[in-house]
């Protein structure tokens, strides 16, 4: 059955994957839209909601595209209002942000899922796969670019906070999944240039991540690399293909009727955690 999804926002992002994705179907209907700039909303052709709250009784499920601040506080609303909830990276600006979210989840008892885009990729599943079977100790990863420099993703969240927060979970999640859950790190770099984290895992093994948005020209694809006892194994982000919103919407929508799905909300604050503990070492 079709779940409707209301969205929130009308950025860059929302028109580029939110929006679109979401109406193309067919687990998904694009119920309708609240945004800040109802003009920038009503691009997308479905309903537009002048209160948050008339677009939650509108819908099922509620699709995030704002920045973290405001995902973490409309987020409680939606989950207190019985909305099943697809939510953007990071879960939140901050750590109690987050927590309030995460908890307000759990006490609804509403289903959520996390927009971490390389988790839906036939292609990144695969990898993951062949990582476990090469008895993997060590691991690297790199998301080097220069979105901060300019363009549509030089957001004010983004340039005061820098990658870290931004592409940071979703290298800490690719490593964590590949390697084992993270239970420690270590952060040196400055925030709004070079970032370097050193990751310890629960199995053992130690991995590395490389994080900067303020590069120019041309960037390299985003990157992971995993090395085991039995061999290596390596993937990029020109792998991710035109699989990935099709499939985290097929599995949203069997998430939204049925609960339970790995990368929730719960994920996204340990991911956040992780964060936070970067961040302040990094000051």
Known sequence: MTVSVGLVGAGPWAEMVHAPMLAAGPNTRLAGV??????????????????????????????FSVPPAVQAELGVRAAKAGKALLLEKPLAADLDGARRLAEAVAEAGVASQMVLTWRYSSAIRAFL??????????????????????????????????????VGPHMIDMLDAALGRVVGVRA?????????LLLEHESGAVSEASLCMSVPGESPPASVEVYGRLGREAVDGTRLGSDVFPQMLAEFAVTVRRGGHPLDAAHGLRLQEIIAAAEEQLG
């Open 34 to 63: 609240w945004a800040r700039r109802p003009e920038a909303a009503a691009r997308f052709g479905a309903p537009v909601f002048e209160r948050v709250e008339e677009l939650f009784d509108n819908c099922e499920a509620v699709a």
């Open 129 to 166: 796969a062949r990582v476990s079977a090469i008895e993997p100790f060590g691991g690297r990863a790199a998301n080097i670019s220069g979105a901060m420099l300019g363009g549509a993703f030089a957001t004010s969240w983004r340039l005061e906070r820098g990658a870290v927060l931004d």
């Open 188 to 196: 040196h770099g400055n925030p709004l240039g070079w970032v370097g």
